[in-house]
């Protein structure tokens, strides 16, 4: 800005350096200072006054004597503008004054600027310093008595005293003269000549943990001031509240939340000194989740904005108890702070409530309750001293552990106490098991229920039979089930049973499911003299069914559901299931050379017919190569057949040799187009047709047929990864190729890829080679051919690469995409159906690019919704369509088609070329006995 520079017409020695000090060198600080106008006013009294207009275009701070942390600043900013005044002229009476680009600035090392965030507070983003405007103006007189013009009355908006987490805001006066004290300051008991800030009203905030809303008249301050290296005073205050044990909180004052958990502030004492805290003292009451009952606790502030907690000295012993489910004598309880984590940990005697039994007390070594409601126990499951029996749903359950957590159900979290040991399902039999996970849950609203996560079942008469299996029980609002599976064996003929079954009960419907798999002990000859039965199988369902979609619905072969697996089945009213099935083989082995297993199924309504199968060769044991489903269902017009094979050798981690494969077959009567061929598949590749020799030599193939067009690729290489010593060596070769056919519209597309890698390395010396190749050719609309070699050197320096791309192309004219979609909206104010409008193809078939119009109807007419007659109709299309054209029947008098023509669309491009779709004319015919 254009003026004379301040230091080339005014002495520095006129500038007060005993109330003022630069911060930084006097002459630096003022270089770029410049008078902008200079005005001279003989006063009334025939005093002079002088005033200085300058610029400040970067800011000026002085350092307030005998305020540590307060500076006083010039210009800066968007104002840089500040009016100096001096009137009288003589020592013993005179006045300066300045005027506007002025603030009050405070060092963050005392104030760290905040704002309000929710329920807390976080760093100011847009101020790094907390700065008080005196744009009013501000005069000194002869006395050294400093007067604010606009008035001694400032807001400091929230700041955090150093790091403690303790913030205040409030209205506050400078009391900055030397021979002259405010009010408030004399109130403290200063003395005339000190300096510092006073405050007129303040609020104070404890730490973002603690949460508790503190009103300025709930607090006492005493010597409460900003002085030389910050604030110093006391800060007090007391709270009334009391806790409701009806609904488990507390009411009153000073109530909030500690970490989120229910807390009671009852009293706060809080020391400062120049900004260090130096004492506090906070008491309340701490509500403990779980049992939901208040402790009372003594809090301490620290400086980093931390709190200590510890259970008050109240000189008895703490009792906690969840009425009818557990009391806790508390020996030492223990608070932790992680992160933004806080949790109790409970150690001492632990008594269990539950069932009117006589439970003995028995020694707890941590409960550990979080903030967010989750508890856990330390070492996991209590072993008690002594089994206890109880009643559950008419069952005897003996009780040999106990345990305690939080789990959440349907968005609600429950907390629990868990029990396991042994139960016995029939008194009238010797047949016993064992619990694992039963549960007694309770949401916040002390909502109870039941839960049990699994029970062992294992029954002996020696040299007769055993019997061992599982069955965990589902615990629902409208649903109580139990479901599972056992072993049979009969000892003295060596015959096996093997049973799945469901039992359960809606809210209006009993339902059962049982799998019953007979094996017996030698085969028994069938009509040809080298075949024998060795196994019998039944399955019964009331108000069962299945999904036999999700048994092919496996990621690896090895993991492939078998079709009476309880987990397969579910409810549903008014269905029915029957099955039989059986196993047979070669006779003179055992079923060595040759076995075979099948299952017939029928789901009622339907009928749909199931049938399972597994084969096998070569093996002694009951394990089978290959699974098959074939599925007919009548209901949808769908057939599928579903085939998996694996072969290990040796048995059973197939070391030597590891074969496995899928394939599968679909067809649909009410979906032409929904067919589909694979022998193996793409995705994932554990679907694809495998083989891995000695985890060494492998390779993958797979091919999918469907309407769209053919899919095949197939990849065979081998790696080596060892170490010998200290040297490692890694070799890697392999070869992939991929083929894709689109029959709309036809275009093929295949890449072949080799690759190879070599690595030889020890300690931090490595040298390797790496190199892939592949080409890419696709045909006929567009031609093209893409190819690509890269090369990587590989050393304990670094990498170097090099990769070289060939491209060629044809362009072509993009094929004419149909714009009409699949579906066809009948709407009314009632009902809103979808009509699936079935195309032949996409695209024209003649190699002309556009698609074959045709007046016959391609749609399944068993799949036709029935509406009102007084319907109409919506068109779907999946391009951008303008409506109408002359020349065309059943146009409007306008010349569209429809009821609600749109705009004109811009033509769509792709590419070089352009395309508008338009429609032309809707025909509307019946249907007579079979035709149009």
Request: hydrophobic share 40%; net charge negative; charged share 20%.
């Amino acid at each position: 800005m254009d003026g004379i520079p301040l230091l080339s017409s005014v002495d520095t020695e006129l500038i007060p350096l005993d109330l003022i000090n630069p911060d930084g060198d006097l002459a630096e600080l003022l270089s770029n200072v410049v008078i902008t106008d200079y005005t001279e006013t003989i006063n009334a009294d025939e005093s002079l006054t002088s005033e200085y207009s300058l610029s400040f275009d970067e800011e000026v701070s002085f350092k307030i004597m005998g305020l540590d942390g307060l500076e006083l600043t010039f210009g800066g900013g968007t104002d840089s503008m500040v009016t100096i005044g001096l009137t009288g002229g003589s020592p013993d009476s005179f006045t300066i004054y300045l005027l506007g680009a002025l603030q009050l600035k405070f060092d963050n090392n005392l104030f760290v600027p905040v704002i309000a965030s929710g329920t807390s507070f976080i760093p100011d983003p847009n101020n790094e310093h907390r700065n008080i405007s005196i744009s009013a103006g501000i005069e000194l007189d002869e006395d050294l008595t400093i007067t604010f013009t606009g008035g001694n009355s400032f807001t400091l908006d929230p700041v955090m005293i150093g790091n403690s987490g303790v913030v205040v805001e409030g209205e506050i006066a400078f009391d900055f003269s030397e021979n002259e004290a405010l009010p408030e300051s004399l109130d403290l008991g200063f003395t005339e000549a000190w300096k510092g800030v006073v405050f007129k009203t303040v609020t104070v905030h404890l730490p973002d943990d603690i949460n508790v809303a503190i009103l300025p008249n709930d607090l006492i301050f005493e010597n409460f001031h900003i002085g030389n290296g910050g604030i110093s005073g006391d800060i007090s205050g007391n709270w009334t509240n009391t806790f409701d044990e009806n609904t488990g909180t507390f009411t009153g004052a000073g109530v909030g939340d500690l970490f989120g958990i229910a807390f009671a502030l009852n009293e706060l004492g809080l020391t400062f000194y120049q900004n260090t805290l130096a004492g506090s003292t906070i008491k309340g009451s701490l509500l403990i989740p779980f049992f939901d009952l208040p402790i009372d606790v003594d809090l301490g502030l620290t400086n980093d904005g931390d709190f200590t907690i510890a259970l008050a000295d109240d000189g008895g012993l703490l009792t906690l108890e969840k009425e009818d489910v557990i009391s806790i004598d508390v020996t030492s309880l223990e608070f932790i702070k992680e992160d933004t984590t806080f949790s109790i940990k409970l150690s001492g005697k632990i008594t269990p409530l539950l069932a009117n039994l006589d439970w003995p007390s028995f020694e707890l070594k941590g409960l550990t309750i979080g903030s967010d409601g989750t508890v856990k126990v330390e070492g996991g499951w209590i072993e008690l001293p002594d089994q206890k029996a109880l009643d559950f749903h008419g069952f005897q359950i003996e009780i040999a552990q106990l345990g305690f957590g939080s789990d959440e159900i349907d968005g609600i979290l429950y907390k629990w106490v868990g029990f396991s040991g042994g139960i016995q399902i029939v008194q009238a039999l010797p047949l016993r098991g064992g619990v694992e996970g039963l549960k007694v849950m309770w949401d916040e609203n002390n909502n109870f229920k039941l839960k049990i996560g699994g029970v062992y079942l294992s029954f002996e008469i020696k040299d007769v039979l055993t019997f061992d299996g599982s069955v965990f029980f589902i615990d629902e609002v409208d649903k109580k089930e139990f479901r599972g599976s056992v072993d049979l064996t009969l000892i003295p003929i060596n015959l096996g049973i093997d049973a799945q079954f469901i039992a359960g009960k809606k809210t209006d419907y009993n339902y059962f499911y049982i799998a019953v798999d007979l094996d017996l002990p030698i085969g028994v000859p069938l009509g040809p003299p080298v075949l024998g039965l060795y196994g019998l199988a039944g399955l019964y369902g009331h108000y069962m069914t299945l999904n036999y979609q999700d048994l092919i619905d496996y990621e690896d072969v090895d993991d492939r559901p078998e079709l009476t697996d309880v987990e397969n089945w579910y409810d549903q009213k008014g269905a029915m299931a029957f099955g039989a099935g059986l196993t047979v083989g070669t006779l003179p082995d055992s079923k060595f050379t040759v076995k075979a297993k099948a299952l017939f199924v029928i789901l009622i309504p339907g009928p749909v017919l199931l049938i399972e199968g597994h084969a096998g060769m070569l093996s002694l044991n009951d394990s089978y190569m290959m699974q098959v489903l074939a599925v007919l269902d009548p209901n949808t017009g769908t057939f599928l057949l579903n085939i998996s094979a694996a072969y290990q050798f040796p048995k059973p981690n197939g070391e030597l040799l590891d074969i496995s494969g899928s394939a599968e077959a679909y067809f649909s009567t009410a979906d032409a187009n929904g067919w589909h061929l694979y022998l193996g598949e793409n995705k994932p590749e554990s679907k694809r047709i495998r083989a891995d020799i000695y985890s060494f030599f492998k390779a993958q193939t797979y091919l999918m047929l469907d309407n769209d067009g053919l899919k095949m690729g197939a990849w065979i290489g081998y790696g080596l990864d060892e170490k010998y010593g200290i040297l490692r060596v890694v070799l890697e070769a392999w070869m992939s190729g991929k083929l894709s056919i689109s029959t709309m519209p036809f275009q093929a597309k295949g890449t072949v890829t080799l690759y190879g890698n070599a690595e030889l390395s020890a300690k931090i010396v490595k040298l390797g080679i790496s190199v892939e190749a592949d080409v890419t050719v696709q045909a006929p609309r567009p031609i093209s051919i893409e190819a690509s070699l890269k090369v990587q050197l590989k050393m304990a320096v670094g990498k170097l690469k090099a990769t070289i791309k060939l491209n060629w192309a044809r362009p072509d004219v993009p094929p004419y995409s149909v714009p009409l979609s699949a579906t066809l909206g009948i709407e009314h104010r009632k009902v809103s159906q979808n009509w699936d409008i079935q195309k032949s193809s996409t695209y024209q078939l003649d190699d002309d690019g556009f698609y074959l119009g045709s007046d016959t109807a391609n749609t399944s007419f068993g799949n036709i919704p029935v509406v009102p007659p007084d319907v109409y109709m919506v068109l779907n299309f999946d391009k951008p369509v303008n409506d109408g054209s002359l020349g065309f029947d059943l146009l409007n008098s306008d010349g569209t088609v429809g009821s609600n023509p749109s705009t004109i669309n811009d033509n769509e491009r792709v590419g070089d070329y352009e395309f508008k779709y338009e429609l032309l004319g809707v025909t509307l015919e019946y249907r007579n006995i079979g035709d149009w």
